[in-house]
Protein backbone atom coordinates (compact mmCIF):
# COMPACT_ATOMS: atom_id res chain seq x y z
CA UNK A 1 0.00 0.00 0.00
CA UNK A 2 1.62 2.96 -1.18
CA UNK A 3 0.94 6.68 0.87
CA UNK A 4 1.77 8.80 3.88
CA UNK A 5 1.31 6.77 6.82
CA UNK A 6 0.48 8.71 10.46
CA UNK A 7 -0.57 7.11 13.53
CA UNK A 8 -4.48 8.55 14.57
CA UNK A 9 -5.51 9.51 17.52
CA UNK A 10 -6.16 12.33 19.79
CA UNK A 11 -3.07 12.57 21.36
CA UNK A 12 -0.77 9.90 19.34
CA UNK A 13 -0.03 7.73 21.73
CA UNK A 14 3.09 5.46 21.21
CA UNK A 15 1.68 1.41 20.38
CA UNK A 16 2.40 -0.70 23.50
CA UNK A 17 4.86 -3.37 23.11
CA UNK A 18 3.46 -6.52 24.88
CA UNK A 19 0.67 -6.83 22.77
CA UNK A 20 0.05 -9.59 20.72
CA UNK A 21 -2.05 -7.94 18.17
CA UNK A 22 -0.50 -4.67 17.30
CA UNK A 23 -3.76 -2.33 15.40
CA UNK A 24 -2.37 0.74 13.84
CA UNK A 25 -4.86 3.27 13.00
CA UNK A 26 -3.39 4.75 9.82
CA UNK A 27 -4.28 7.84 7.68
CA UNK A 28 -3.31 7.87 3.95
CA UNK A 29 -3.36 10.27 1.33
CA UNK A 30 -5.27 8.90 -1.43
CA UNK A 31 -6.69 10.13 -5.20
CA UNK A 32 -10.11 10.38 -5.67
CA UNK A 33 -12.13 11.57 -8.27
CA UNK A 34 -13.11 15.12 -7.93
CA UNK A 35 -16.29 16.47 -7.01
CA UNK A 36 -18.60 15.40 -10.22
CA UNK A 37 -20.23 18.22 -11.62
CA UNK A 38 -24.41 18.58 -12.80
CA UNK A 39 -23.77 18.05 -16.93
CA UNK A 40 -24.88 21.25 -18.88
CA UNK A 41 -26.91 20.68 -21.92
CA UNK A 42 -25.49 23.00 -24.72
CA UNK A 43 -28.34 23.20 -27.05
CA UNK A 44 -31.02 23.85 -24.22
CA UNK A 45 -31.72 27.69 -24.69
CA UNK A 46 -35.06 27.64 -22.15
CA UNK A 47 -32.82 26.78 -19.15
CA UNK A 48 -30.06 28.32 -20.03
CA UNK A 49 -28.66 30.34 -17.00
CA UNK A 50 -28.23 33.88 -17.80
CA UNK A 51 -24.80 35.73 -15.81
CA UNK A 52 -25.67 38.20 -13.32
CA UNK A 53 -23.79 40.84 -15.21
CA UNK A 54 -25.82 40.20 -18.39
CA UNK A 55 -29.24 41.22 -16.51
CA UNK A 56 -30.78 44.11 -18.16
CA UNK A 57 -30.52 46.59 -15.02
CA UNK A 58 -33.62 47.88 -12.80
CA UNK A 59 -37.37 46.62 -13.46
CA UNK A 60 -38.99 48.47 -15.46
CA UNK A 61 -41.71 49.29 -12.09
CA UNK A 62 -38.27 50.89 -10.69
CA UNK A 63 -37.26 53.47 -12.69
CA UNK A 64 -38.30 56.93 -12.83
CA UNK A 65 -39.75 58.54 -15.70
CA UNK A 66 -36.55 60.07 -17.42
CA UNK A 67 -35.19 56.72 -16.79
CA UNK A 68 -37.93 54.91 -18.72
CA UNK A 69 -37.53 57.68 -21.71
CA UNK A 70 -33.95 57.15 -22.23
CA UNK A 71 -34.44 53.10 -22.05
CA UNK A 72 -37.19 53.62 -25.00
CA UNK A 73 -34.79 56.14 -27.11
CA UNK A 74 -31.96 53.25 -26.83
CA UNK A 75 -34.15 50.56 -27.78
CA UNK A 76 -35.24 52.36 -31.08
CA UNK A 77 -31.67 53.89 -31.80
CA UNK A 78 -31.18 49.90 -31.46
CA UNK A 79 -34.18 49.03 -33.80
CA UNK A 80 -32.95 51.41 -36.74
CA UNK A 81 -29.64 49.62 -36.48
CA UNK A 82 -30.70 46.05 -36.81
CA UNK A 83 -33.50 47.08 -39.64
CA UNK A 84 -30.28 48.80 -41.55
CA UNK A 85 -28.08 46.59 -40.89
CA UNK A 86 -30.37 43.56 -41.71
CA UNK A 87 -31.11 45.57 -45.00
CA UNK A 88 -27.39 45.49 -45.86
CA UNK A 89 -26.91 41.80 -44.83
CA UNK A 90 -29.36 40.90 -47.11
CA UNK A 91 -28.76 43.33 -50.22
CA UNK A 92 -24.66 41.81 -49.46
CA UNK A 93 -26.36 38.36 -49.81
CA UNK A 94 -27.99 39.58 -53.21
CA UNK A 95 -24.30 40.81 -54.11
CA UNK A 96 -22.70 37.45 -53.37
CA UNK A 97 -24.78 35.70 -55.46
CA UNK A 98 -24.01 38.67 -58.56
CA UNK A 99 -20.28 37.90 -57.85
CA UNK A 100 -20.11 34.09 -58.03
CA UNK A 101 -22.12 34.64 -61.25
CA UNK A 102 -19.79 36.99 -62.79
CA UNK A 103 -17.29 34.15 -61.84
CA UNK A 104 -18.93 31.17 -62.31
CA UNK A 105 -22.21 31.60 -64.30
CA UNK A 106 -21.09 30.85 -68.05
CA UNK A 107 -19.19 27.76 -65.99
CA UNK A 108 -22.92 26.73 -64.67
CA UNK A 109 -24.21 26.98 -68.44
CA UNK A 110 -21.48 24.83 -69.93
CA UNK A 111 -22.44 21.94 -67.19
CA UNK A 112 -25.87 22.57 -67.90
CA UNK A 113 -24.87 22.33 -71.46
CA UNK A 114 -23.84 18.41 -71.22
CA UNK A 115 -27.26 16.99 -72.16
CA UNK A 116 -25.98 13.97 -72.40
CA UNK A 117 -24.51 13.68 -69.27
CA UNK A 118 -27.36 14.78 -67.42
CA UNK A 119 -29.35 11.05 -68.31
CA UNK A 120 -27.67 9.49 -65.18
CA UNK A 121 -29.13 10.84 -62.07
CA UNK A 122 -26.27 11.03 -59.81
CA UNK A 123 -24.54 13.35 -62.28
CA UNK A 124 -27.73 15.14 -62.52
CA UNK A 125 -28.35 15.80 -58.89
CA UNK A 126 -24.10 16.93 -58.24
CA UNK A 127 -24.59 18.94 -61.14
CA UNK A 128 -27.68 20.28 -59.71
CA UNK A 129 -25.12 21.02 -56.68
CA UNK A 130 -22.68 22.15 -58.09
CA UNK A 131 -24.67 25.02 -60.48
CA UNK A 132 -26.36 26.19 -57.56
CA UNK A 133 -22.96 26.73 -54.89
CA UNK A 134 -21.77 28.68 -58.35
CA UNK A 135 -24.76 31.13 -58.60
CA UNK A 136 -25.70 31.15 -55.05
CA UNK A 137 -28.65 30.98 -55.74
CA UNK A 138 -31.25 27.87 -56.34
CA UNK A 139 -34.47 30.64 -57.59
CA UNK A 140 -31.78 31.25 -60.65
CA UNK A 141 -30.58 27.48 -61.25
CA UNK A 142 -34.49 26.23 -60.41
CA UNK A 143 -35.25 28.79 -63.33
CA UNK A 144 -32.49 27.58 -65.34
CA UNK A 145 -33.50 23.98 -65.22
CA UNK A 146 -37.33 24.81 -65.87
CA UNK A 147 -36.24 26.64 -68.88
CA UNK A 148 -34.03 23.90 -70.54
CA UNK A 149 -37.42 21.87 -69.92
CA UNK A 150 -39.35 24.18 -71.97
CA UNK A 151 -37.30 24.29 -74.84
CA UNK A 152 -36.75 20.48 -74.86
CA UNK A 153 -33.33 20.55 -73.53
CA UNK A 154 -33.59 17.54 -70.95
CA UNK A 155 -36.77 15.70 -70.23
CA UNK A 156 -38.17 15.52 -66.75
CA UNK A 157 -36.34 12.69 -65.05
CA UNK A 158 -33.33 14.21 -65.30
CA UNK A 159 -34.83 17.65 -64.27
CA UNK A 160 -36.08 15.94 -61.22
CA UNK A 161 -32.46 14.64 -60.16
CA UNK A 162 -31.23 18.56 -60.74
CA UNK A 163 -33.69 20.04 -58.75
CA UNK A 164 -32.91 17.79 -56.09
CA UNK A 165 -29.60 18.63 -55.66
CA UNK A 166 -30.34 22.91 -56.21
CA UNK A 167 -32.38 21.92 -52.79
CA UNK A 168 -28.84 20.91 -51.72
CA UNK A 169 -26.99 23.73 -52.97
CA UNK A 170 -29.13 25.97 -51.71
CA UNK A 171 -28.15 25.65 -48.14
CA UNK A 172 -24.31 26.67 -48.24
CA UNK A 173 -25.07 30.22 -47.76
CA UNK A 174 -26.10 30.16 -44.69
CA UNK A 175 -23.67 27.15 -43.89
CA UNK A 176 -20.85 30.57 -44.67
CA UNK A 177 -22.99 32.95 -43.11
CA UNK A 178 -22.62 30.86 -39.36
CA UNK A 179 -18.61 31.39 -39.89
CA UNK A 180 -19.26 34.73 -38.83
CA UNK A 181 -19.65 33.98 -35.23
CA UNK A 182 -16.63 31.19 -34.86
CA UNK A 183 -15.14 33.24 -32.77
CA UNK A 184 -17.54 32.37 -29.65
CA UNK A 185 -17.59 28.65 -29.17
CA UNK A 186 -20.62 28.63 -27.57
CA UNK A 187 -22.19 30.80 -30.33
CA UNK A 188 -20.14 28.91 -33.40
CA UNK A 189 -21.94 25.30 -32.00
CA UNK A 190 -25.53 26.30 -32.06
CA UNK A 191 -25.14 29.06 -34.96
CA UNK A 192 -23.40 26.19 -37.15
CA UNK A 193 -25.61 23.18 -36.25
CA UNK A 194 -28.88 25.41 -37.20
CA UNK A 195 -27.37 25.81 -40.60
CA UNK A 196 -26.49 22.65 -41.17
CA UNK A 197 -29.85 21.17 -39.99
CA UNK A 198 -30.89 22.07 -43.60
CA UNK A 199 -28.16 20.02 -45.04
CA UNK A 200 -28.49 17.02 -43.23
CA UNK A 201 -32.53 16.89 -44.13
CA UNK A 202 -31.45 17.68 -47.60
CA UNK A 203 -29.29 14.98 -47.96
CA UNK A 204 -31.20 12.46 -46.39
CA UNK A 205 -34.39 13.35 -48.46
CA UNK A 206 -32.35 12.77 -51.78
CA UNK A 207 -30.83 9.44 -50.30
CA UNK A 208 -34.97 8.00 -50.23
CA UNK A 209 -36.04 9.34 -53.14
CA UNK A 210 -33.72 9.80 -55.13
CA UNK A 211 -33.31 5.75 -55.60
CA UNK A 212 -37.55 5.97 -55.60
CA UNK A 213 -37.50 7.84 -58.41
CA UNK A 214 -35.27 6.17 -60.37
CA UNK A 215 -36.86 2.73 -59.98
CA UNK A 216 -40.70 3.52 -59.69
CA UNK A 217 -40.91 7.75 -60.59
CA UNK A 218 -43.40 8.53 -57.83
CA UNK A 219 -42.84 12.15 -58.11
CA UNK A 220 -42.82 12.20 -62.01
CA UNK A 221 -45.55 10.12 -61.65
CA UNK A 222 -47.56 12.38 -59.40
CA UNK A 223 -47.10 15.50 -60.39
CA UNK A 224 -48.43 14.28 -63.81
CA UNK A 225 -51.53 13.61 -62.48
CA UNK A 226 -51.73 17.16 -61.23
CA UNK A 227 -50.95 19.35 -63.88
CA UNK A 228 -53.01 17.16 -66.44
CA UNK A 229 -55.37 19.34 -66.64
CA UNK A 230 -53.36 22.72 -67.44
CA UNK A 231 -53.08 24.11 -70.97
CA UNK A 232 -50.11 25.36 -72.42
CA UNK A 233 -51.55 28.75 -73.17
CA UNK A 234 -51.51 31.82 -70.88
CA UNK A 235 -48.85 33.36 -68.86
CA UNK A 236 -48.70 34.92 -65.13
CA UNK A 237 -46.81 38.12 -64.46
CA UNK A 238 -43.30 37.10 -61.94
CA UNK A 239 -44.07 38.59 -58.18
CA UNK A 240 -41.48 40.75 -56.15
CA UNK A 241 -41.65 41.80 -52.83
CA UNK A 242 -38.70 41.77 -51.06
CA UNK A 243 -36.49 42.88 -54.43
CA UNK A 244 -38.96 45.86 -54.56
CA UNK A 245 -36.60 47.06 -51.93
CA UNK A 246 -33.28 45.67 -52.32
CA UNK A 247 -33.16 46.08 -56.21
CA UNK A 248 -32.70 50.36 -55.60
CA UNK A 249 -29.45 49.24 -54.15
CA UNK A 250 -28.28 45.98 -55.95
CA UNK A 251 -29.33 47.89 -59.36
CA UNK A 252 -26.41 50.29 -58.92
CA UNK A 253 -23.99 48.41 -57.96
CA UNK A 254 -24.41 45.42 -60.39
CA UNK A 255 -26.88 43.67 -62.58
CA UNK A 256 -26.36 40.55 -64.21
CA UNK A 257 -27.93 39.52 -67.48
CA UNK A 258 -29.01 35.51 -66.57
CA UNK A 259 -29.94 35.17 -69.82
CA UNK A 260 -26.71 34.34 -70.83
CA UNK A 261 -26.51 31.36 -69.13
CA UNK A 262 -29.70 30.23 -70.25
CA UNK A 263 -28.85 30.77 -73.88
CA UNK A 264 -25.06 28.65 -73.08
CA UNK A 265 -27.31 25.59 -71.53
CA UNK A 266 -30.02 26.29 -74.67
CA UNK A 267 -27.91 26.84 -78.03
CA UNK A 268 -24.59 24.94 -76.49
CA UNK A 269 -26.40 21.73 -76.52
CA UNK A 270 -24.89 19.82 -78.85
CA UNK A 271 -27.61 17.11 -78.88
CA UNK A 272 -30.75 19.94 -78.03
CA UNK A 273 -33.18 20.98 -80.48
CA UNK A 274 -32.22 24.12 -80.12
CA UNK A 275 -28.31 23.89 -81.07
CA UNK A 276 -27.15 26.83 -82.71
CA UNK A 277 -23.31 27.33 -82.91
CA UNK A 278 -23.43 30.60 -83.61
CA UNK A 279 -25.63 31.88 -80.86
CA UNK A 280 -23.88 29.25 -78.44
CA UNK A 281 -20.64 31.12 -79.81
CA UNK A 282 -22.23 34.41 -79.25
CA UNK A 283 -23.50 33.75 -75.64
CA UNK A 284 -20.03 32.44 -74.54
CA UNK A 285 -18.34 35.59 -75.44
CA UNK A 286 -21.01 37.39 -74.20
CA UNK A 287 -20.44 39.48 -70.78
CA UNK A 288 -22.52 38.43 -67.89
CA UNK A 289 -23.16 42.13 -66.99
CA UNK A 290 -26.10 43.26 -68.67
CA UNK A 291 -26.34 45.54 -71.42
CA UNK A 292 -29.03 48.02 -72.51
CA UNK A 293 -30.31 49.64 -76.00
CA UNK A 294 -29.24 53.06 -76.46
CA UNK A 295 -32.54 54.98 -77.63
CA UNK A 296 -30.28 57.08 -79.85
CA UNK A 297 -28.32 54.84 -81.62
CA UNK A 298 -30.46 51.78 -81.00
CA UNK A 299 -26.75 49.56 -80.60
CA UNK A 300 -26.11 47.78 -77.06
CA UNK A 301 -24.03 49.46 -74.29
CA UNK A 302 -23.28 48.74 -70.65
CA UNK A 303 -26.72 49.76 -68.67
CA UNK A 304 -26.12 52.55 -65.97
CA UNK A 305 -24.51 50.51 -63.09
CA UNK A 306 -21.31 51.13 -60.67
CA UNK A 307 -19.21 48.10 -62.60
CA UNK A 308 -20.48 49.20 -65.96
CA UNK A 309 -18.60 52.33 -66.02
CA UNK A 310 -15.54 50.60 -64.87
CA UNK A 311 -14.05 48.79 -67.68
CA UNK A 312 -12.96 45.55 -66.27
CA UNK A 313 -13.98 41.75 -67.38
CA UNK A 314 -16.19 39.74 -65.73
CA UNK A 315 -13.51 37.85 -63.99
CA UNK A 316 -12.01 40.96 -62.68
CA UNK A 317 -15.47 43.22 -61.48
CA UNK A 318 -15.99 39.06 -59.56
CA UNK A 319 -13.64 39.13 -57.55
CA UNK A 320 -13.74 42.35 -56.29
CA UNK A 321 -17.35 42.35 -56.12
CA UNK A 322 -16.88 38.92 -53.89
CA UNK A 323 -14.78 40.35 -52.10
CA UNK A 324 -16.39 43.90 -51.25
CA UNK A 325 -19.74 41.70 -51.00
CA UNK A 326 -18.21 39.49 -48.04
CA UNK A 327 -17.01 42.34 -46.31
CA UNK A 328 -19.89 43.55 -46.16
CA UNK A 329 -21.81 40.60 -45.22
CA UNK A 330 -19.47 40.12 -42.22
CA UNK A 331 -19.56 43.67 -40.98
CA UNK A 332 -23.75 43.47 -41.34
CA UNK A 333 -23.57 40.15 -39.63
CA UNK A 334 -21.68 41.65 -36.47
CA UNK A 335 -23.11 44.64 -36.17
CA UNK A 336 -26.23 42.65 -36.18
CA UNK A 337 -25.48 40.47 -33.63
CA UNK A 338 -23.55 42.56 -31.26
CA UNK A 339 -26.64 45.05 -31.44
CA UNK A 340 -28.94 42.24 -31.13
CA UNK A 341 -27.41 40.95 -27.93
CA UNK A 342 -27.31 44.27 -26.48
CA UNK A 343 -31.02 44.23 -26.91
CA UNK A 344 -31.86 40.60 -25.69
CA UNK A 345 -30.43 40.76 -22.72
CA UNK A 346 -30.92 39.98 -19.46
CA UNK A 347 -35.21 39.53 -18.64
CA UNK A 348 -36.06 40.46 -22.14
CA UNK A 349 -34.00 37.48 -23.81
CA UNK A 350 -35.63 34.75 -21.19
CA UNK A 351 -39.15 35.88 -22.05
CA UNK A 352 -38.24 35.93 -25.68
CA UNK A 353 -36.53 32.59 -25.66
CA UNK A 354 -39.10 31.33 -23.36
CA UNK A 355 -42.01 32.27 -25.71
CA UNK A 356 -40.45 31.19 -28.83
CA UNK A 357 -39.16 27.69 -27.89
CA UNK A 358 -41.80 26.63 -25.80
CA UNK A 359 -44.66 24.64 -27.42
CA UNK A 360 -48.32 25.50 -26.93
CA UNK A 361 -50.33 24.29 -23.79
CA UNK A 362 -51.82 20.80 -23.70
CA UNK A 363 -53.12 18.99 -25.81
CA UNK A 364 -51.59 21.22 -28.33
CA UNK A 365 -48.23 20.84 -27.89
CA UNK A 366 -47.59 18.28 -31.21
CA UNK A 367 -49.23 21.23 -33.47
CA UNK A 368 -46.41 24.08 -32.46
CA UNK A 369 -43.47 22.55 -35.14
CA UNK A 370 -46.34 22.89 -37.72
CA UNK A 371 -47.48 26.56 -36.84
CA UNK A 372 -43.21 27.31 -37.33
CA UNK A 373 -43.13 25.40 -40.91
CA UNK A 374 -45.96 27.83 -42.04
CA UNK A 375 -44.29 31.16 -40.49
CA UNK A 376 -40.79 29.28 -42.30
CA UNK A 377 -43.15 29.01 -45.60
CA UNK A 378 -44.43 32.67 -45.29
CA UNK A 379 -41.27 34.21 -44.48
CA UNK A 380 -39.98 32.78 -47.29
CA UNK A 381 -42.72 33.03 -50.41
CA UNK A 382 -42.35 36.91 -48.53
CA UNK A 383 -38.72 37.34 -49.66
CA UNK A 384 -38.25 34.84 -52.46
CA UNK A 385 -35.50 33.30 -51.08
CA UNK A 386 -34.65 30.43 -48.72
CA UNK A 387 -31.20 31.36 -48.49
CA UNK A 388 -31.98 34.81 -47.57
CA UNK A 389 -34.70 33.86 -44.85
CA UNK A 390 -32.43 31.11 -43.80
CA UNK A 391 -29.13 33.27 -43.21
CA UNK A 392 -30.99 36.03 -41.45
CA UNK A 393 -32.37 33.62 -38.30
CA UNK A 394 -28.62 31.66 -38.32
CA UNK A 395 -27.28 34.15 -36.03
CA UNK A 396 -30.38 34.22 -34.07
CA UNK A 397 -29.98 30.42 -33.18
CA UNK A 398 -26.53 31.34 -32.44
CA UNK A 399 -27.06 33.73 -29.96
CA UNK A 400 -29.72 31.24 -28.33
CA UNK A 401 -32.49 33.43 -29.38
CA UNK A 402 -33.68 30.23 -31.44
CA UNK A 403 -32.96 27.13 -30.45
CA UNK A 404 -32.02 24.15 -33.10
CA UNK A 405 -35.50 22.16 -32.48
CA UNK A 406 -37.07 25.84 -33.10
CA UNK A 407 -34.70 26.29 -36.68
CA UNK A 408 -35.55 22.66 -38.06
CA UNK A 409 -39.66 23.60 -38.54
CA UNK A 410 -38.52 26.82 -40.04
CA UNK A 411 -36.23 25.46 -41.99
CA UNK A 412 -38.97 23.13 -43.56
CA UNK A 413 -40.87 25.79 -43.89
CA UNK A 414 -38.24 27.36 -45.98
CA UNK A 415 -38.24 24.30 -48.29
CA UNK A 416 -41.42 24.37 -49.44
CA UNK A 417 -41.65 28.49 -49.69
CA UNK A 418 -38.45 28.66 -52.01
CA UNK A 419 -40.72 26.36 -54.27
CA UNK A 420 -42.80 29.42 -54.74
CA UNK A 421 -39.92 30.85 -56.89
CA UNK A 422 -40.00 28.06 -59.76
CA UNK A 423 -43.67 27.53 -59.95
CA UNK A 424 -44.40 31.19 -60.25
CA UNK A 425 -41.29 30.83 -63.29
CA UNK A 426 -43.20 27.58 -64.82
CA UNK A 427 -46.64 29.75 -64.93
CA UNK A 428 -44.54 32.47 -66.57
CA UNK A 429 -43.45 30.11 -68.85
CA UNK A 430 -45.14 29.94 -73.04
CA UNK A 431 -44.67 27.09 -75.79
CA UNK A 432 -46.04 23.76 -76.18
CA UNK A 433 -43.97 22.34 -73.20
CA UNK A 434 -45.73 24.64 -70.64
CA UNK A 435 -47.48 22.38 -68.81
CA UNK A 436 -44.37 20.01 -69.04
CA UNK A 437 -42.27 23.02 -67.27
CA UNK A 438 -45.08 23.70 -64.10
CA UNK A 439 -44.89 19.14 -63.87
CA UNK A 440 -41.02 19.88 -63.08
CA UNK A 441 -41.77 23.02 -60.60
CA UNK A 442 -44.63 20.99 -58.66
CA UNK A 443 -42.08 18.27 -58.53
CA UNK A 444 -39.88 20.35 -56.25
CA UNK A 445 -43.03 21.40 -54.16
CA UNK A 446 -43.80 17.54 -53.36
CA UNK A 447 -40.27 16.36 -53.09
CA UNK A 448 -40.30 18.64 -50.02
CA UNK A 449 -43.67 17.96 -48.84
CA UNK A 450 -42.95 13.92 -48.69
CA UNK A 451 -39.39 14.77 -46.93
CA UNK A 452 -41.42 16.76 -44.41
CA UNK A 453 -43.73 13.53 -44.04
CA UNK A 454 -40.84 11.26 -43.72
CA UNK A 455 -39.00 13.20 -41.39
CA UNK A 456 -40.66 15.38 -38.72
CA UNK A 457 -44.49 14.04 -37.73
CA UNK A 458 -42.59 11.09 -36.15
CA UNK A 459 -40.61 12.20 -33.23
CA UNK A 460 -37.55 9.95 -33.09
CA UNK A 461 -37.61 10.98 -36.98
CA UNK A 462 -36.90 14.14 -36.46
CA UNK A 463 -33.92 13.36 -33.95
CA UNK A 464 -32.34 12.02 -36.96
CA UNK A 465 -31.02 14.93 -39.05
CA UNK A 466 -31.05 17.04 -35.63
CA UNK A 467 -28.72 14.59 -34.02
CA UNK A 468 -26.57 14.70 -37.50
CA UNK A 469 -26.34 18.57 -37.26
CA UNK A 470 -25.65 18.55 -33.67
CA UNK A 471 -22.75 16.73 -33.81
CA UNK A 472 -21.46 18.78 -36.13
CA UNK A 473 -22.26 21.57 -33.90
CA UNK A 474 -20.02 20.00 -31.15
CA UNK A 475 -17.46 19.07 -33.94
CA UNK A 476 -16.47 22.38 -35.22
CA UNK A 477 -16.93 23.85 -31.63
CA UNK A 478 -13.94 21.84 -31.02
CA UNK A 479 -12.40 21.96 -34.17
CA UNK A 480 -12.92 25.00 -35.60
CA UNK A 481 -11.09 24.38 -38.92
CA UNK A 482 -14.07 21.62 -39.92
CA UNK A 483 -16.30 24.12 -40.37
CA UNK A 484 -14.23 24.94 -43.61
CA UNK A 485 -13.43 21.91 -44.84
CA UNK A 486 -16.85 20.87 -44.60
CA UNK A 487 -17.73 23.27 -46.90
CA UNK A 488 -15.12 22.29 -49.24
CA UNK A 489 -15.93 18.53 -49.13
CA UNK A 490 -19.68 18.68 -49.26
CA UNK A 491 -20.52 21.27 -52.02
CA UNK A 492 -17.51 20.89 -53.95
CA UNK A 493 -14.84 17.72 -53.74
CA UNK A 494 -17.82 15.55 -53.31
CA UNK A 495 -19.80 16.87 -56.55
CA UNK A 496 -16.98 16.85 -58.66
CA UNK A 497 -15.95 13.34 -57.52
CA UNK A 498 -19.17 11.62 -58.17
CA UNK A 499 -19.29 13.08 -61.51
CA UNK A 500 -16.07 11.98 -62.66
CA UNK A 501 -16.40 8.43 -60.99
CA UNK A 502 -19.94 8.67 -63.20
CA UNK A 503 -18.34 8.12 -66.18
CA UNK A 504 -17.82 4.49 -65.14
CA UNK A 505 -21.18 2.99 -64.03
CA UNK A 506 -19.73 -0.16 -62.26
CA UNK A 507 -17.03 2.28 -60.41
CA UNK A 508 -19.24 4.51 -59.01
CA UNK A 509 -21.99 2.38 -57.60
CA UNK A 510 -19.01 0.26 -55.85
CA UNK A 511 -17.72 3.61 -54.24
CA UNK A 512 -21.14 4.52 -53.11
CA UNK A 513 -21.95 0.95 -51.96
CA UNK A 514 -18.65 1.08 -50.01
CA UNK A 515 -19.25 4.20 -48.41
CA UNK A 516 -23.33 3.34 -47.76
CA UNK A 517 -22.00 -0.06 -45.83
CA UNK A 518 -19.27 1.80 -44.23
CA UNK A 519 -21.53 4.35 -42.43
CA UNK A 520 -24.23 1.38 -41.69
CA UNK A 521 -21.61 -0.34 -39.99
CA UNK A 522 -20.26 2.69 -38.43
CA UNK A 523 -23.76 3.56 -36.93
CA UNK A 524 -25.17 0.33 -35.78
CA UNK A 525 -22.12 -0.73 -33.75
CA UNK A 526 -22.03 2.70 -32.15
CA UNK A 527 -25.79 2.39 -30.94
CA UNK A 528 -24.42 -1.12 -30.14
CA UNK A 529 -21.31 0.15 -27.69
CA UNK A 530 -23.63 2.53 -25.91
CA UNK A 531 -26.75 0.96 -25.78
CA UNK A 532 -26.23 -3.14 -25.39
CA UNK A 533 -22.12 -3.16 -25.26
CA UNK A 534 -22.18 -7.30 -23.61
CA UNK A 535 -23.37 -7.67 -27.28
CA UNK A 536 -19.96 -6.92 -28.62
CA UNK A 537 -16.24 -8.67 -28.40
CA UNK A 538 -14.35 -6.98 -26.04
CA UNK A 539 -12.31 -5.58 -28.71
CA UNK A 540 -15.29 -3.96 -30.43
CA UNK A 541 -16.61 -2.55 -27.31
CA UNK A 542 -14.18 0.63 -27.87
CA UNK A 543 -13.12 1.79 -31.30
CA UNK A 544 -9.45 2.35 -29.68
CA UNK A 545 -8.35 -0.30 -32.04
CA UNK A 546 -8.85 1.81 -34.78
CA UNK A 547 -5.51 3.99 -35.89
CA UNK A 548 -5.50 7.20 -34.19
CA UNK A 549 -6.20 9.21 -37.19
CA UNK A 550 -9.10 7.15 -38.07
CA UNK A 551 -10.81 7.57 -34.96
CA UNK A 552 -9.93 10.83 -34.52
CA UNK A 553 -9.48 14.62 -35.33
CA UNK A 554 -6.90 15.58 -32.68
CA UNK A 555 -4.10 14.37 -35.27
CA UNK A 556 -5.38 16.51 -38.22
CA UNK A 557 -6.12 19.36 -35.44
CA UNK A 558 -2.02 19.34 -34.70
CA UNK A 559 -1.28 19.62 -38.15
CA UNK A 560 -3.88 22.60 -38.72
CA UNK A 561 -3.56 24.60 -35.94
CA UNK A 562 0.50 24.00 -35.99
CA UNK A 563 0.32 25.40 -39.48
CA UNK A 564 -2.53 28.36 -39.04
CA UNK A 565 -2.58 29.74 -36.07
CA UNK A 566 -6.42 31.10 -37.08
CA UNK A 567 -7.63 27.97 -35.94
CA UNK A 568 -6.06 27.18 -32.58
CA UNK A 569 -8.51 25.22 -30.46
CA UNK A 570 -9.40 26.80 -26.98
CA UNK A 571 -8.68 24.05 -24.45
CA UNK A 572 -10.60 24.26 -20.84
CA UNK A 573 -7.77 22.57 -18.31
CA UNK A 574 -9.57 19.96 -16.46
CA UNK A 575 -10.18 20.99 -12.55
CA UNK A 576 -6.92 20.03 -10.44
CA UNK A 577 -6.96 16.41 -8.64
CA UNK A 578 -7.84 16.48 -5.20
CA UNK A 579 -6.29 14.25 -2.39
CA UNK A 580 -8.37 14.23 0.55
CA UNK A 581 -7.22 11.91 3.20
CA UNK A 582 -9.67 9.20 4.40
CA UNK A 583 -9.24 6.83 7.85
CA UNK A 584 -8.08 3.18 7.09
CA UNK A 585 -7.42 0.39 9.33
CA UNK A 586 -4.11 -1.49 8.85
CA UNK A 587 -3.78 -4.93 10.94
CA UNK A 588 -0.12 -5.91 11.50
Known sequence: MAGKYEPLGKENLP??????????????????????????????????VIPEHEMDGKPWREMTGKERAMKILWIFVRMIIIVASLYFFICSLSLLSSGFQLLGGKSAGEIFAKGSLLNNPIIGLMIGVLVTVLVQSSSTSTSIIVAMVSAGIVTLKPAICMIMGANIGTTVT?????????????????????AT?????????????????????PLERLSSLITSGISDGGEVSKLDFLKVLTKPLTKRVISIDKDTIKDIAKYCTSSGPAYDALYCSEARNASMMKVCDDPDTLEREPCDFLFSKSGLNDTASGVILLLVSLFVLCACLTILVKTLQSLLMGRMAQTLKRHINTDLPHPWGWFTGYIFIVVGMGMTILVQSSSVFTSTITPLVGMGVISIDRMFPLTLGSNIGTT????????????????LTIQVAMSHLMFNIFGIMVFYPIPWMRQIPLSMAKCLGNTTANYRWFAVVYLILMFLVLPLSLILLSFNVILLYTFLGVVLFTILTIVIVTTIQRHRPDWLPNWLKTWKFLPRPLRSMDPYDRIITGRCGCFEKDVEQPPAMEYPMRDVTAVA
Open 174 to 194: NTIVSLGQSMDRKMFRRAFAG
Open 420 to 435: ATAILAALAATGDNRA
Open 197 to 217: VHDCFNWLCVCIFLPLEVIAS
Open 15 to 48: IEENSSMERINLRVAAPVVAKKQPVVDEWDVVGE
